[in-house]
């Protein structure tokens, strides 16, 4: 399963970022997908995730601030992410994993993608 994440960059304390993860076609009507990120020195953690039938759960680092979503349509899901820290700064990763794993775990998922730069400046 190959996943290509897009939509980071350079942003300011405060403001919003969408990444998306393109996956090829019927992957999210399989696999759980979830978000990781991985910052300097620090071991990968988990952002949040969504599974094949809809329900999400997030980090509680992000709630209230992070939103993950999918379009079954497009193969692609999102995060987004508003009222971004400096301590969001971090290389952010795509993943999936089979069906019924548990999902805020790294070794769970089989597939990531290449990873996309999120730097927040105070």
């Known amino acids: 399963v190959q996943l290509v994440e897009s939509g980071g960059g350079l942003v300011q304390a405060g403001d919003s970022l969408l990444l998306s993860c393109k996956a090829p076609?019927?992957?999210?009507?399989?696999?759980?997908m979830g978000w990781f990120r991985q910052a300097p020195g620090k071991e990968r953690e988990f952002v949040a995730a969504?599974?094949?039938?809809?329900?999400?759960t997030h980090a509680d680092s992000v709630k209230g601030r992070f939103t993950i979503s999918s379009d079954n349509a497009k193969d692609t899901v999102y995060l987004q992410m508003n009222n971004l820290k400096p301590e969001d700064t971090a290389v952010y990763y795509c993943a999936a994993a089979q069906p019924g794993s548990p999902s805020k775990v790294v070794t769970s998922y089989q597939n990531w993608g290449q990873g996309t730069q999120v730097t927040v400046s105070p």
């Open positions: 076609r019927r992957t999210l009507g399989w696999y759980t």
């Open positions: 969504i599974s094949r039938s809809g329900p999400r």
